[in-house]
């Protein structure tokens, strides 16, 4: 909500989060070594992956929550409006992945096209009213050859938008 920023400090032990009108910055309890910090759309959830763990916790502090064991080597992760996490990871055998903000099970939205060359798809960034979402598709060799695609969350169906970038952010105009 622009009110508060937060960010992993302390040489990458801690979370912290610092509203705008204070001085001071405030440590998360039990958010250690995050990776990966992504923001609930209402400012009030960061969500983290911490020890193997895809993890969330209120900004204003209190237990932080697990959401789904075993997130290892992540590449990113979005929260969509309607209480939907997408999420990346080095498995080989995904692409981007879904989960409920409250945790369970997951779901395989999309799966790197081999014959294309692809390795990995990453970085998800949702588009405003969580019907897309916009992603990397990372290919063998440099980050030269990465392409920004977006993925059509009604039909499943993504398409390459832009050669050559990575790690895409929607920036409203105006």
């Known amino acids: 909500d ?23 910055s405030v440590p998360l309890a039990g958010a250690d070594f995050p ?19 895809l993890r969330k916790v209120a900004i204003n502090g209190g237990a932080v929550q697990d959401l789904l064991l ?17 999420f990346a990871t080095e498995r080989t055998s995904t692409g981007l992945e879904q989960i409920s903000e409250d945790g369970g099970a997951t779901t395989v939205l999309t799966r790197p ?3 294309r060359g692809e390795d990995y798809h990453a970085w998800p960034a949702f588009l405003p009213g969580s019907k897309a979402v916009l992603f990397t598709i990372l290919h063998a060799g440099s980050i030269d050859s990465a392409e920004i695609a977006v993925l ?12 050559g970038g990575s790690a895409p952010r929607y920036l409203p105009s105006g």
């Open 113 to 115: 096209n081999r014959e």
């Open 70 to 86: 075993g997130a290892r080597s992540m590449l990113g992760a979005t929260w969509g409006e309607r209480g939907t996490i997408i």
């Open 152 to 163: 059509d969350l009604s039909t499943g169906v993504h398409k390459v938008i832009l050669r």
């Open 35 to 53: 990776a990966g910090v992504f923001i609930k759309p209402d400012g009030q959830w960061v969500g983290f992956v911490g020890e193997f763990v």
């Open 2 to 24: 622009g009110t508060h920023v937060a960010y992993v400090g302390n040489n990458g032990r801690q979370l912290f989060v610092r509203a705008f009108d204070q001085t001071d």
